[in-house]
């Protein structure tokens, strides 16, 4: 975010903050300026980020992370991306991590079938046994669909119901696919995506869902919104995904702010 003081951030009321409910603070986009980052994020309002494990090793970090730093939450499992080779001494020490008192979600977990980097069927294994698990620990599903809706729809159809809840991560789907999945009780997290020229079809979703079903998140250091887009992402930048669901919801950044915060301190259970 270098050229942050060429264009400033939204500005939010005294009182107001944000939550960014996934980013991947342990990654090495990161390493060099942590320390930088949750302070612009706290600075602009954003005071809580829940950084996000896609395997044994981040979800490691996360935790470490969130025991370190003020503000820092944790989420640990495995991605789609990275379910080859892992077995029960794996999930053995997800488990320990899950009951550190920081972790607030169990995820990310899903199918990928845009990338593949697993076969299919694995993917489908380790979810099923992922969600298993989460509903164990009493945690929120924090889950990655891509190119999958259909297919992560009937696990969950199959798996319900959830007393703890859950969220559709960087949500990718239509209208249609929103309402099925706040009928079954999830959340929905909207993506810097949603400030792209071409992202209709996702804004339409955002219109559709109710104000109290709404998440924020920016994936960072992944999909920056306008106007940093194809740059690092990082936590401060869910002020202009805020701002933009404002926009398309026709109301104040406040609204959105208080609105998301509320759903994400209840979903997450989150202190402070
Ligand atoms: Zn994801
Ligand atoms: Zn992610």
């Known amino acids: 975010m270098s050229a942050q003081k060429e264009i400033p951030l939204p500005l939010l009321p005294e009182g107001v903050s944000l939550i960014d409910t996934h980013c991947h603070l342990d990654m090495k986009a990161y390493a060099g300026d942590l320390e930088q980052v949750l302070a612009r994020a706290a600075g602009a309002g954003v ?58 979600g169990y995820g990310e977990i899903g199918i990928d079938l845009v990338k593949q980097y697993a076969p299919a069927p694995l993917q489908l294994e380790h979810f099923r046994r992922q969600i298993r ?103 401060a930048c869910v002020l202009y995904t805020a701002q933009k669901v404002a926009e398309l919801k026709k109301t104040d950044l406040a609204v959105v702010a208080r609105a998301t915060t509320a759903n994400a301190r209840r979903l997450f259970r989150l202190e402070g």
Do not use: W
Request: charged letters at 25%.
């Open 47 to 104: 005071r809580q980020v829940l950084s996000i494990g896609i395997d044994l090793e981040s979800s490691r970090r996360a935790v470490a992370l969130a025991g370190r730093h003020e503000g820092v939450f944790a989420a640990v499992g495995i991605h789609p991306h990275h379910v080859e080779g892992v077995g029960e001494r794996d999930y053995e020490e997800l488990r320990d991590l899950a009951a550190a008192p920081r972790v607030v």
């Open 133 to 235: 698990l989460a509903r164990d620990l009493v945690l929120p599903l924090i889950i990655h669909d891509r190119g999958a809706h259909k297919e992560v729809m009937a696990v969950l159809r199959e798996e319900g119901p959830f007393p703890a809840g859950g969220v559709m991560h960087c949500f990718s789907g239509d209208a249609a696919l929103a309402r099925e999945v706040v009928a079954l009780g999830f959340h929905i997290s909207v993506p810097g995506v949603v400030t792209f020229n071409k992202a209709e079809t996702l804004q339409e979703a955002v219109r559709a869902t109710p104000l109290d079903r709404l998440l924020v998140e920016t994936d960072g250091p992944f999909l920056a919104p306008v106007p940093y887009r194809g740059k690092r992402n990082e936590p």
